[in-house]
């Protein structure tokens, strides 16, 4: 039986998916466009090594609409982007706050009123008892304050009324995470003092500006069933066309609206709790979708309101929390009108962004939150901190929201900010890591057909998955790619250890995106088994061949599996050659008739640098045959080359070699056909190999560019399938390490694709 006749036929571990729940291909005028994508880090001052961390959290923009200010709180600055071109950002500098303050002031939100700008700051300085922030007033035009109004307090979030008379901003007063409470665990509340609102009259000129103090009513909050409330930590402000404000009380699980221009509290009410099944909350490797939370408090972090009526709010959670998604409250009375409950988390899923690392905790983790108008329907925008996305919802109907779009973005989505004068959306991520080639960025999205570059954008989710009983197929880290020899239209994939057990996905590229509709664990024994699949091959008559990385060289192995899933046999490496291997060992595999093809990732010890082995395998001899492939170099002082996938394809093996490097440095993302070998290779490791050359046949970079994300870095499957098209995908990592973005690349037909190179 052939590989895809068994997985259509519904036995054990293969029942076919039913198509994707969601309908992804919204055209051109219906769907948000990423133009860009910008690390900060171009942005840094002179002489600023670029390994500084720098990062971006909350934006504001112009009221021109062309500059985007973000935080800087790692740095302790502001920064600003010029998006007058949306595909084309230029950094246009910062402002330090020691040039304002002092080294331990931090900005923790901003907001633009006219021809100024307004920087939130946290002066505490770590002195949590006794906190302190203050704004400053600075023109942008000249980058130079005009005012400052102290806080009393340590702020956190600020937002300006739509009819710009006030601003408000939330003094949290945040509690000390190491520090326990007398009776308490170690970051519980109570913490004092307690946090405030601070509304601030924005009449005449910044030094006439004017701030009131709004402090909340620890009974009236105790009888809404706050948890601590003598100690209330305001966390996210929004303000409605009717100058009302609503502000989340994160630790103590409450929302309360204020009326601005009086200062009254209105109502304060509980965010309540929240049960959720269907969603993954073992830490164990697998993506396993039978877990539940019960009676958790929603913990809710950004708020927005939905209408004059109705507040929304991203369910972070904090020290109790977190229900892994979002809600929707009548603002008057604290009913709930609609909740998300593990739709979410299921967007994870579906398009390969679920991160199990954090499946014990908050899985997804939806931060931040927006509302703003497009076509004029309203339009919600919801951001998972954990999992690099947000979503976005029309909630012309705030009872039932329809989910349109995904929208990928560099690690930790922070800032959430629509210029809807522009149609743009920007999106500011906060984690960043030079060593771990995590990059802080600013993404850029325009609405519409007028967004639609010349020939399109490949849009996002490029491969997503299908589901069974409603369950969504869980994938991520494809790190392998093979066609499926008894269907023109399907490709067969795999998940490497980042998510376990091994399955054999198959993928349907006839759809778009391209659908993952069966999945076929492998088994020892009749026990599924975890393995670092590398390379997988189909074969003609049944079954595959995988190739298994090791940590260490002698864990190498190239699988034979049966049509059913069942390993039939583990063929070690010779291992002399195996003993000279690293951790990065076997990382693809191609079968050419009688013939296994494989290639190592790495050069063994023994051999030049720069020079790996591709190797020749006949299984009914048990020979193996041993060549070199010369890689290619980059300056790059940390940097490596290695090979991740071999296929064979019009007579030649084809093989895509890479640097480890992504984002703007990436250099070596590349296609190269190579002759087929007529003559012996060496048998042993201190042989040293005959030579193969190699053609160039694809620069992969322009390809990866032309998402307009960042340049992922693990290009591991390559594959022509018997439609005769080129198709490429990289490996996410699962998350740990990486954006998490799959890049699923259909190059067209291959002999255009391959032609001469690029």
């Known amino acids: 039986m052939s590989a895809t006749a068994l997985l259509a036929a519904g036995c054990s571990h293969s029942e076919p998916a039913g198509p994707s729940p969601i309908d992804w291909d919204l055209p051109t005028a219906q769907r948000y466009h990423r133009l860009a994508t910008y690390p900060v880090y171009l942005n840094r001052p002179a002489g600023e090594p670029a390994e500084t961390e720098t990062v971006a959290e909350i934006s504001a923009v112009t009221e021109d609409g ?112 190491e520090l326990a409470p007398p009776g308490g665990e170690e970051g519980d509340l109570p913490q004092p003092p307690t946090g405030f609102v601070t509304i601030v009259d924005l009449d005449g000129t910044p030094q006439q500006w004017s701030p009131r103090k709004v402090e909340f009513d620890v009974e009236a909050a105790r009888a809404a069933g706050l948890d601590t409330p003598e100690d209330l930590e305001p966390e996210y402000v929004s303000i409605n066309s009717r100058g009302e404000i609503a502000v989340t009380l994160q630790e103590n699980n409450g929302i309360a609206v204020i009326d601005g221009p009086t200062g009254a509290v209105r109502t304060i009410f509980s965010a309540g709790t929240q049960s959720v099944d269907g969603i993954d909350t073992a830490e164990d490797g697998r993506i396993d979708q039978t877990g539940s939370i019960t009676d958790l408090p929603r913990e809710p972090d950004a708020i927005a309101w939905a209408d004059d009526t109705h507040v929304a709010t991203a369910n972070e959670g904090d020290w109790k929390g977190g229900t892994r998604g979002w809600t929707v409250f009548d603002a008057a009375t604290g009913d709930v009108v609609w909740d998300a409950g593990s739709s979410f988390s299921e967007l994870a899923v579906l398009t390969g962004l679920h991160i199990e690392s954090r499946a014990e905790s908050k899985g997804p983790e939806p931060e931040g939150l927006t509302v703003t108008e497009i076509d004029g329907r309203p339009m919600l925008l919801v951001g998972s901190e954990r999992s690099n996305f947000v979503a976005a919802y029309d909630i012309g109907d705030v009872t039932a929201p329809v989910f349109r779009q995904v929208l990928p973005a560099t690690n930790g989505p922070e800032g959430l900010l ?341």
């Open 66 to 177: 062309n500059t985007v200010i973000y935080t800087d709180a790692t740095a302790k600055r502001v920064g600003f982007i010029d998006i007058t071109d949306p595909t084309n950002p230029v950094g246009r500098g910062t402002l330090s706050l020691a040039e304002l303050g002092n080294d331990d002031d931090q900005p923790t939100s901003v907001a633009v009123a006219g021809e100024h700008l307004i920087v939130v700051i946290d002066t505490t300085g770590g002195d949590f008892a006794n906190p302190s922030g203050r704004i400053d007033v600075v023109r942008i035009a000249d980058r130079t304050r005009v005012h400052s109004i102290d806080l009393g307090g340590q702020p956190d979030s600020i937002a300006v009324s739509p009819d710009g008379s006030f601003a408000a901003i939330a003094v949290e007063n945040q509690r000390d995470e």
């Open 418 to 758: 629509p210029i809807p004068g522009r149609n743009l959306f920007v999106i500011a991520s906060e984690a960043d890591d030079a060593q771990a080639r995590i990059r802080a960025a600013v993404t850029v999205y325009g609405y519409g057909d007028a967004f639609a570059a010349d020939g399109g954008v490949p849009a996002f989710p490029s491969i997503v998955s299908g589901a069974v009983d409603g369950v969504p197929i869980g994938w991520g880290a494809l790190g392998a790619l093979s066609a499926d020899p008894m269907d023109e239209d399907r490709l067969l994939t795999a998940t490497d250890d980042a998510y376990g057990p091994a399955r054999v996905l198959g993928v349907d590229v006839s759809k778009s995106p391209a659908l993952i509709d069966r999945e076929l664990v492998i088994t020892e024994n009749g026990t599924p088994v975890t393995l670092d699949i590398e390379g997988l091959a189909a074969r003609p008559d049944g079954g595959f061949y995988l190739a298994v990385e090791g940590a260490e060289g002698p864990g190498n192995a190239l699988v034979s599996v049966a049509a059913d899933g069942a390993i039939r046999e583990r063929i070690a490496l010779p291992a002399d050659i195996a003993a000279e291997l690293g951790s990065q060992g076997l990382e693809g595999v191609a079968v050419d008739g009688d013939t296994v093809w494989v290639a190592l990732q790495r050069e063994l010890s023994t051999d030049p640098t720069g020079v790996a082995r591709i190797g020749r395998y006949t299984p009914d001899s048990g020979r193996w045959d041993w060549y070199g492939y010369p890689l290619e170099t980059t300056e790059h002082p940390d940097d490596w080359i290695g090979l991740s996938e071999i296929a064979v394809h019009d007579g030649a093996l084809l093989v895509v070699e890479r640097d480890k490097l992504n984002g703007p440095d990436a250099r070596v993302k590349a296609l190269y056909s190579v002759e087929i070998p007529s003559a012996a290779g060496v048998a042993a490791a201190a042989d040293q190999p005959p030579m193969l050359a190699k053609t160039p046949a694809r620069d992969l970079r322009p390809d990866l560019r032309a998402t307009r994300g960042w340049v992922q870095e693990k290009v591991e499957g390559a594959a022509v399938a018997g439609n005769g098209r080129l198709y490429v995908v990289t490996d996410n990592d699962g998350l740990d390490d990486a954006s998490g973005e799959t890049v699923f690349l259909d190059l067209g037909p291959a002999a255009d694709a391959l032609r001469g190179g690029r």
